[in-house]
C-alpha cells in the first residue's frame, strides 16, 4: 500500500511551530526556490542557527517524503547547540528525541535519523571528518557554524554531491543547500566557497546582519560583545562580515598540534572551568599520558550557561573520559561551591557534584606553561595536543593575543587544566640551593 502524504502547516504560531523570523531572517527565507545556495553570514547571537533549523523544518513540511542532512563541525555542538534549539517553543517543544511531538513519528539515536509522519527524514550529521557526509542522495542540507569545520572545502564538495534528490520524495522538488555561520578570514575555504567572486557558485546567496538586527537578544550579551570585540573580531561577530585578525601568540599550528589520543593510554584527567554568562562558560577536558603530555580530548562551550546546567555539563565530560579535578576560575567561589555540592532537579533527580576547586596559578604562568607545551620537545614532538573535537579551543587559538581580553574562553579554561609551578616558586627554590 501507497504511503500517506500528510500535508502539514507552516504557519507560525500554527500547531507547534511558534518561529517567527525577524526581518532579516526573512530575507533569507524568501530565498527558497531562488537561490540553489544560500549562507547566512552573520554576527554571533544574530539567529543564524534558528533561521536554518526553521529553514530545515519548512522543507521537512512542504516536501513530503523529502531526505535532508543537517550538518555541525562535530557531534558535541550537535548536542549542546541544535538539539537544544529544536527543543524550544520555537520549533518542536518538547525535549530529545522530540516524540512527544504529535508530528515526529520517530528518532533512531543509533542513526540520528528523526522520522516525520509525512515521511521525510533528517540525518544529524557530524563534518570531523569530512568523508562521513558520503552515502546517499539527498534532496536539501545546511550546515550549520561552517566556520569551525575543519577541511572545509572537502567537506563542501562532499555535501553539493550528494544534492542529486533522493528519490523519497512525494512532490517536484530542487535540492538546495544553506549554510549558517558566522565567517573568518578573506582567502579561507569557506570564504572562497561563499563569497570569492571569483570561486564562489554563481547559485551562491549571501545573507548577512549583525546582531544588532535581533531583537530578541538581550543588550547586556550585546553590550558585552561590543566591549570585548574590536576591529577584524567586531567585523566578524558583530557585523558579520569576513575579516582578517591578526596572527595569535601562542603557537599553534592545527597541521602540528591536532591529534588524538587512545583511551588506553590516558594516565590521568584534569579539567579545565571559565565561569560566563553573556561570554561563554568553557571547560577543557585534558588527558595525559604516561609522560605527562597532554591531550585536550573535548570541550564544552556555550553562553547563557547556569551553574547548574555547566556542572551537568562536567558530569558528562568526566562520565566520558574519566574522574579528575576541575580547576576552576577563583573569582567565582560560590559557583565553584556550587560545582562541588552537586543539585537535585525538580523531577528530583540528583547531579553529583565533582572535585571543582579554585585555580590560583598566575595568569601569565598558565600562558607560559600553554606556550611551552606547544613548542616542540626534544623528542620532537609537542607537550600539547588539542583533539578536532575542541573546535571553538582551536578557533580561538588561532587568533589570541596575550596582551587582549578578547575570545580566550577555552584558552583560560585550557592553561586551568595545566599541571604547573608558578614561576615565583621556581625562584625561591632555586635561591635556597
Given amino acids: 500500500m501507497p504511503q500517506k502524504v500528510v500535508k502539514l502547516s507552516l504557519l507560525p504560531g500554527v500547531d507547534f511551530l511558534r518561529y517567527v523570523p525577524h526581518d532579516a531572517q526573512s530575507y533569507f527565507h524568501a530565498g527558497k526556490g531562488v537561490f540553489a545556495q544560500r549562507a547566512c553570514s552573520c554576527g554571533t547571537g544574530s539567529g543564524k542557527t534558528k533561521c536554518g533549523l526553521a529553514e530545515d523544518i519548512r522543507w521537512a513540511l512542504e516536501f513530503p517524503g523529502s531526505v535532508g542532512y543537517i550538518f555541525e563541525p562535530s557531534y558535541?555542538?550537535?548536542?549542546?547547540?541544535?538539539?537544544?534549539?529544536?527543543?524550544?517553543?520555537?520549533?518542536?517543544?518538547?525535549?530529545?528525541?522530540?516524540?512527544?511531538?504529535?508530528?515526529?513519528?520517530?528518532?533512531?539515536?543509533?542513526?540520528?535519523?528523526?522520522?516525520?509522519?509525512?515521511?521525510?527524514?533528517?540525518?544529524?550529521?557530524?563534518?570531523?571528518?569530512?568523508?562521513?557526509?558520503?552515502?546517499?542522495?539527498?534532496?536539501?542540507?545546511?550546515?550549520?557554524?561552517?566556520?569551525?569545520?575543519?577541511?572545509?572545502?572537502?567537506?563542501?564538495?562532499?555535501?553539493?554531491?550528494?544534492?542529486?534528490?533522493?528519490?523519497?520524495?512525494?512532490?517536484?522538488?530542487?535540492?538546495?543547500?544553506?549554510?549558517?555561520?558566522?565567517?573568518?578570514?578573506?582567502?579561507?575555504?569557506?570564504?572562497?566557497?561563499?563569497?570569492?567572486?571569483?570561486?564562489?557558485?554563481?547559485?551562491?546567496?549571501?545573507?548577512?546582519?549583525s546582531i544588532y538586527e535581533n531583537p530578541a537578544l538581550p543588550k547586556s550579551f550585546i553590550s558585552e560583545i561590543v566591549r570585548t570585540h574590536h576591529g577584524g573580531l567586531a567585523d566578524r561577530?558583530?557585523?558579520?562580515?569576513?575579516?582578517?585578525?591578526?596572527?595569535?601568540?601562542?603557537?599553534?599550528?592545527?597541521?602540528?598540534?591536532?591529534?588524538?589520543?587512545?583511551?588506553?593510554?590516558?594516565?590521568?584527567?584534569?579539567?579545565?572551568?571559565?565561569?560566563?554568562?553573556?561570554?561563554?562558560?568553557?571547560?577543557m577536558a585534558n588527558a595525559f599520558d604516561h609522560d605527562g603530555r597532554g591531550y585536550f580530548v573535548d570541550e564544552f562551550y556555550k553562553t547563557e550557561t547556569t551553574d547548574e546546567q555547566l556542572l551537568e555539563a562536567c558530569v558528562e565530560l568526566e562520565d566520558m573520559w574519566g574522574k579528575g579535578t576541575f580547576y576552576c576560575d577563583g573569582r567565582f567561589p560560590q559557583s565553584i561551591m556550587k560545582l562541588r555540592r552537586g543539585y537535585t532537579k525538580p523531577s528530583g533527580e540528583h547531579i553529583r557534584g565533582v572535585n571543582a576547586v579554585a585555580y590560583t596559578t598566575k595568569r601569565e604562568d598558565g600562558l607560559r606553561e600553554l606556550n611551552s607545551r606547544f613548542a616542540i620537545a626534544g623528542d620532537g614532538l609537542p607537550r600539547q595536543f588539542v583533539s578536532k573535537r575542541c573546535v571553538n579551543f582551536i578557533s580561538e587559538a588561532l587568533e589570541y593575543k596575550e596582551d587582549v581580553k578578547e575570545r580566550d574562553h577555552a584558552i583560560d579554561a585550557g592553561r586551568y587544566s595545566l599541571p604547573i609551578k608558578p614561576v615565583s616558586q621556581v625562584s625561591a627554590k632555586r635561591a635556597r640551593i
Fill in 76 to 209: 558535541p555542538m550537535m548536542k549542546r547547540i541544535l538539539f537544544p534549539t529544536l527543543e524550544s517553543q520555537d520549533f518542536f517543544g518538547c525535549r530529545f528525541p522530540y516524540t512527544q511531538n504529535p508530528y515526529v513519528a520517530n528518532f533512531s539515536r543509533d542513526d540520528l535519523r528523526l522520522d516525520w509522519v509525512n515521511g521525510s527524514q533528517w540525518w544529524f550529521v557530524s563534518l570531523e571528518d569530512p568523508e562521513r557526509a558520503e552515502g546517499p542522495n539527498v534532496d536539501y542540507a545546511h550546515i550549520d557554524e561552517a566556520r569551525l569545520v575543519r577541511h572545509f572545502e572537502t567537506a563542501w564538495l562532499t555535501v553539493v554531491r550528494r544534492l542529486r534528490k533522493s528519490g523519497r520524495c512525494k512532490v517536484p522538488i530542487e535540492p538546495s543547500v544553506w549554510i549558517t555561520t558566522t565567517p573568518d578570514a578573506p582567502g579561507t575555504q569557506l570564504y572562497n566557497a561563499v563569497e570569492n567572486p571569483e570561486t564562489a557558485s554563481p547559485e551562491m546567496q549571501v545573507y548577512r546582519w
Fill in 237 to 283: 561577530f558583530i557585523y558579520g562580515r569576513f575579516a582578517a585578525v591578526g596572527a595569535g601568540t601562542l603557537p599553534f599550528d592545527s597541521a602540528k598540534h591536532v591529534k588524538e589520543i587512545d583511551r588506553e593510554f590516558i594516565e590521568y584527567m584534569r579539567y579545565g572551568v571559565d565561569f560566563g554568562w553573556s561570554a561563554p562558560s568553557a571547560v
